[in-house]
């Protein structure tokens, strides 16, 4: 729906319903705030790839909006033309990069966040959508909060909760993509088949799950994402890692056993080469309450 304009206020307040009942008003459902949210623009499609080069994957949802300058993106196998004047949605786990693009004139801005449910905004997979008025508006004022207010203040998460809410009532922009680059669903596959268990899945079991032997497995995925399938594996590992410090209170012993690691100091270790600071410290800046336990 719209946000009424300010001209509109009057009309829209005169035609409000008179309520049945001056004690029973509307309840909202299970509110879910993003967190842990980061505001950040690009100028150049040089800097699109950074902070490295390749196929970016995290457990954090990417928002982008291309307010100048035309640029394909890749999602996982699948190439989405995403134009000035439009926005993308890139779901936690999913491969991203950007392919090269003569737009010398670029500003998109990207807002990345945590949300523990995301089950509304599956709609918005690979889906492109027009920046709207509306969305314009929503997207200003959350940029405006994030830059002047406190680290701690809520308005920031609210308004992109508003801001989400809004998109998936939106139409979508016409579907554009493209042909799969190269191996069709299959780092898809591979990711849906790591999540659906609770422990982490050995090359065996989703070779097994695929129907192909463990060899071909390993040369394909390797051919289509120009990486190791062992090395994938253990980055999906190290991300859970990262949303379980960051969404719950659980002690890192406890987040290590979940993600698969035989021992507090492998993990340590692991945590500390892909990101540079031990899980505790990465806690420590999340702000993530201790467990009671």
């Excluded at 509306?134 to 992109?160: F, Q």
């Excluded at 990711?191 to 040369?219: D, M, W, Y």
């Excluded at 993990?267 to 540079?276: D, H, I, L, N, V």
Aim: charged share 25%; proline share 9%; net charge positive.
């Amino acid at each position: 729906m719209p946000l009424p304009k300010t001209a509109a206020l009057e009309t829209v307040a005169a035609a409000l319903p008179r309520p049945s009942d001056a004690l029973l008003g509307r309840r909202p459902g299970p509110l879910v705030l993003p967190d842990n949210i980061i505001c950040f623009p690009r100028r150049s499609a040089r800097e699109l790839n950074r902070p490295r080069r390749g196929r970016a994957l995290h457990h954090r949802f990417v928002l982008i909006l291309a307010l100048r300058g035309d640029v394909p993106v890749c999602v996982d196998n699948r190439v989405v033309p995403l134009a000035a004047g439009e926005g993308l949605l890139v779901f936690p786990f999913q491969f991203h990069h950007y392919l090269p693009s003569p737009a010398r004139d670029l500003l998109w801005v990207f807002i990345t966040f945590d949300l523990a449910d995301a089950q509304d905004l599956t709609p918005l997979h690979y889906q492109p959508f027009a920046l709207s008025p509306e969305v314009r508006e929503l997207a200003t004022r959350l940029l405006a909060a994030y830059r002047d207010e406190g680290r701690m203040s809520e308005l920031p998460a609210l308004l992109l909760a508003l801001l989400l809410a809004h998109l998936r009532r939106q139409k979508h922009a016409p579907r554009r993509t493209t042909a799969p680059e190269t191996d069709p669903s299959l780092v898809t596959r591979v990711n849906q088949l790591a999540h659906r268990v609770e422990t982490p899945v050995s090359i065996k079991e989703l070779a097994h799950s695929l129907g192909i032997s463990q060899s071909h497995l390993r040369a394909r995925f390797r051919a289509s994402c120009e990486v190791s399938l062992g090395r994938h594996l253990r980055r999906l590992r190290l991300e859970r890692a990262c949303g379980l410090l960051r969404l719950t209170p659980e002690r890192v012993t406890e987040v290590a056993a979940q993600c698969g690691f035989t021992s507090i100091y492998t993990f340590s270790r692991a945590f500390r080469a892909a990101y540079g600071k031990t899980p505790m410290e990465y806690r420590r800046g999340a702000n993530v309450p201790r467990s009671r336990s």
